[in-house]
């Protein structure tokens, strides 16, 4: 099955590239491909993760990544590790405080050397946490590696799934494969009392699904250890494996 | 004080040119510009909004307009009104349905148009959705019109506040001037037993106004009615004044 496999300039990946996209921003979509690349590469999968959201890049600290990329030549790049997984990022690149006014050509050279200038080595999944929208990024990824697969995050609010479908719009002209839709901040559930509440809304995930003509992946529940374990560099799955959130 | 007024084109700004920006997605920044909207229309204020959020367009919606756009003449748009409130948005001008594969030079234009050929008249405040972010819009906004004022939102997670506080740099440097910092979704309470739960973490908002050396405007808890209202097209202002989230 070598014929499978997708072959990079320094490496190759076996099972797939998951592109994690969403139109709106602030739906949870680092923190699924944190937690994606974490609860894959705990089943023993080698994993990849390209923080393409230059403009709000948030995977090192979420996965607490540390170390800076290092140059094993003027055009190949050692990517850092963090449990086994390999993370290139513009975190990695630049300093976090500086506003990042980059216009399209730049951004896309600089996506083209994260694919090609990286010895990713031997992989099963290379994911991407792309910038929310619908703007260059998506449409790099998408032109530059046509096997790519797209994961949608949204949130349960109805009225927000136009928006963060609109990215799935953009793969469906360009040819892009459609993995799922993953709703995340479905429910919220007391601490104290145990009471469910539908903060953001009901319904959105399954109804963008269908839009789609795709499957629901996961509905993920709103949950402060989440937001508490990204912060400190842990994803979740590491932090508590049992928590539902990571099984799914 | 006739020479404090803003001159446009085709209408007056007494007051203030309010931008409200994020350099992150999904913190309530559409949110807190309707409600804003809202509130000083009922305090009396003549009011236009322009959203320029323009590849996630959702004022409209939040604000309940139905109506389009009119052409009075081939250069001269008449936004439609709710509430009072002029609004123009580029959810006006397209099905929410298409992907928006907009390049910068097109996005500078339809920004100007609506600034110089919208038929404002008189008004106290005019305040700008933007995009998420750091690019083009925000850039266009603080070139075209350098009286305007920032308003930074953010939520309460510290590690988000670098990113959010990122289009403050942006203003800094383009010599744009800074109103404050309101932290949204600063936390929730049951509406079973009211225990208060920090679910997007703490301190944000005090930290990246100190950062900023500005004052933090308003601490917005997460409120379920907030969203169901956003959904009606009737902003928490106009369903329930009393609600503490309006005050500020
Ligand atoms: N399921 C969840 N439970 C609790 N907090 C979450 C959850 N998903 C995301 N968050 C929090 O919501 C905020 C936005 O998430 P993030 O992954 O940065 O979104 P995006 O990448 O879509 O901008 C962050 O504060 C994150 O910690
Ligand atoms: N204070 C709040 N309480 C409850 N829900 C909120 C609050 N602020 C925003 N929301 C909800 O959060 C989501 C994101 O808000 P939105 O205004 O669209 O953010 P942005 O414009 O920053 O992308 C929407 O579902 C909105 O209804
Ligand atoms: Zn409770």
Known sequence: KEEDKYQLELGTVNERFIAVASGKGGVGKSTVTANLAVALSERGYKVGVIDADIRGFSIPRILGVEERP????????????????????????????????????????????????VRWGELDYLLFDLPPGTGDMPLNLMQQLPDSELMVVTTPQV??????????????????????????MSYYQCSECGAKEYIFGQGGGAELAANLDTGLLAELPLVTEVRESSDQGEPIVTVNPEADISQK
């Open 70 to 117: 290092k140059a094993e030549s003027e055009n190949i790049i050692i990517p850092p590790q963090v449990n086994g997984i390999k993370v290139m990022s513009m975190g990695g690149l630049m300093e976090e405080e500086k506003p990042i006014i980059w216009r399209g050509p730049l951004l896309s050279k600089t996506f083209k050397q994260f694919v090609k200038e």
């Open 159 to 184: 009225a927000a799934t136009k928006v963060s479908g609109r990215v799935a719009k953009m793969a469906d002209e360009l040819d892009c494969g459609l993995l799922g839709v993953v709703e995340n």
